[in-house]
């Protein structure tokens, strides 16, 4: 059953610019690193003009979105969380591959890169990593959400990194970055964080200062496209410390597409119906976006 649009906790700009203003004192300044000079051989798991190895002279180009990185969450031994039949990793990479071909069919020119295009685990760092290394003007993840609490809660919300502003933030963080323990030499890859330290999460806030208004404006657009263009419920957008955007160097969102704890929603995600909606919604602002930043609006 498709979850209809119900009164929006969706947050206006203004309220939002308020959140992250609070914020604001609380983060270190940090510089943060260029990224590569020359974006680097990947695996398998891209879509990629012929000699994608040399710089994209047109990505230089002022104000162009030209590479965009799609992040399917979770893959492999690491299947997610999970309702009574769908498993999270495959949803969400069911989404983000139907994404790719939308942005794809309608701008050509635009070069799509995916964290995973089949059932395999990726390290978190290494996600944001890819997005570095390519230069890329966009990071985009695709998740699905939980509620342990209830089978009722349902809905989108879009997150970039940030502090977290509520414990239920929190533990969606909490969750997503767990996966880092099944990852090799994860003490030493992420420098000792502990994914269950709330003041070791706090850390991860200041690395995406750089480009946290172009994120909430994306995170604005996807929460206004799930309600206006499928007609979901939206839970707004949140500020958390995931690890997938961590050092990303672009405007990067972590997307929960629906709660596969509630059965009507599971359904709905698992559906051909649903999947081209929640698709399609975040093509359109996706497509908003690109308008809007290359004519300077």
């Given at each position: 059953m498709k979850s209809k649009c119900v009164r929006s906790s969706f947050s206006t700009p203004g309220?939002?610019?308020?959140?992250?203003?609070?914020?604001?004192?609380?983060?270190?300044?940090?510089?943060?690193?260029?990224?590569?000079?020359?974006?680097?051989?990947?695996?398998?798991?891209?879509?990629?003009?012929?000699?994608?190895?040399?710089?994209?002279?047109?990505?230089?180009?002022?104000?162009?979105?030209?590479?965009?990185v799609l992040d399917a969450g979770h893959g492999g031994k690491d299947p997610g969380t999970h309702g009574r039949y769908a498993k999270e990793k495959t949803i969400n990479l069911n989404l983000i591959l139907q994404l790719g071909r939308k942005i794809k069919d309608k701008y050509p020119n635009v070069r799509v890169i995916y964290t995973r295009s089949s059932d395999h685990?990726?390290?978190?760092?290494?996600r944001g990593a890819i997005a570095n290394r390519n230069r890329a003007d966009l990071f985009i993840s695709i998740h699905c959400n939980a509620s342990p609490s209830s089978s009722r809660v349902y809905g989108?919300?879009?997150?970039?990194?940030?502090?977290?502003?509520?414990?239920?933030?929190?533990?969606?963080?909490?969750?997503?970055?767990?996966?880092?323990?099944?990852?090799?030499?994860?003490?030493?890859?992420?420098?000792?964080?502990?994914?269950?330290?709330?003041?070791?999460?706090?850390?991860?806030?200041?690395y995406q200062h750089a480009f946290i208004a172009s994120s909430i404006t994306f995170a604005e657009k996807l929460e206004r496209s799930f309600r206006q263009n499928a007609s979901r419920k939206s839970n707004g957008v949140k500020q958390a410390g995931f690890i997938v955007l961590w050092k990303t160097t672009m405007p990067s969102v972590l997307i929960e597409s629906g709660y596969l704890t509630n059965p009507d929603e599971e359904n709905y995600l698992r559906s051909e119906e649903g999947?081209?909606?929640?698709?399609?919604?975040?093509?359109?602002?996706f497509a908003q976006y690109k308008q809007e930043i290359e004519s300077g609006d």
């Open positions: 309220k939002v610019t308020t959140l992250l203003l609070a914020a604001l004192p609380l983060l270190a300044i940090t510089v943060l690193p260029a990224p590569d000079a020359v974006v680097q051989e990947l695996n398998q798991d891209t879509v990629r003009r012929t000699n994608a190895q040399e710089p994209d002279a047109a990505n230089d180009t002022p104000n162009q979105l030209r590479v965009v685990f990726v390290d978190l760092y290494e989108t919300e879009t997150y970039t990194l940030g502090l977290h502003r509520t414990q239920s933030n929190l533990d969606v963080a909490r969750r997503e970055n767990a996966v880092i323990l099944q990852e090799k030499n994860y003490q030493q890859s992420y420098k000792g964080f502990n994914p269950n330290s709330p003041l070791a999460t706090i850390m991860l806030a200041n999947q081209d909606e929640i698709s399609t919604a975040i093509y359109k602002a």
